[in-house]
């Protein structure tokens, strides 16, 4: 069983940025792909950004691209995501989850209990 932890988020305006933090409870953290998904109030969860075990490599959605960054330190079984440039729209719970297999759609074996993001305008 893995156990994520978000923190990091909160309350801020327009164009100002936030970075997210997931600390993951697994000796085999460096064996998982990591990711952040989020869920605006009366939407769907939707997939923000990847980032591979083996490779690192990465993957945005193109609502995020250029504007979001995701990024992981083994050594402190920990992921991150930079949110620069942040909008409104971006309001709303964001989630880290963790794979144990690496495929096309990411497949969440592990989800943290969230964070809540609020960009005012």
């Known amino acids: 069983q893995v156990q994520l932890v978000e923190s990091g988020g909160g309350l801020v305006q327009a164009g100002g940025s936030l970075r997210l933090s997931c600390a993951a409870s697994t000796r085999t953290f460096s064996s998982y792909g990591l990711g952040w998904f989020r869920q605006a109030p009366g939407k769907e969860r939707e997939f923000v950004a990847r980032i591979g075990w083996a490779l690192g490599g990465k993957d945005y959605a193109a609502s995020v691209k250029g504007r979001f960054t995701i990024s992981r330190d083994n050594a402190k079984n920990t992921v991150y995501l930079q949110m620069d440039s942040l909008k409104p729209e971006d309001t709303a719970v964001y989630y880290c989850?963790?794979?144990?297999?690496?495929?096309?759609?990411?497949?969440?074996?592990?989800w943290g209990q969230g964070t809540q993001v609020t960009v005012s305008s």
């Open positions: 989850a963790a794979e144990r297999r690496t495929g096309p759609v990411f497949t969440a074996d592990y």
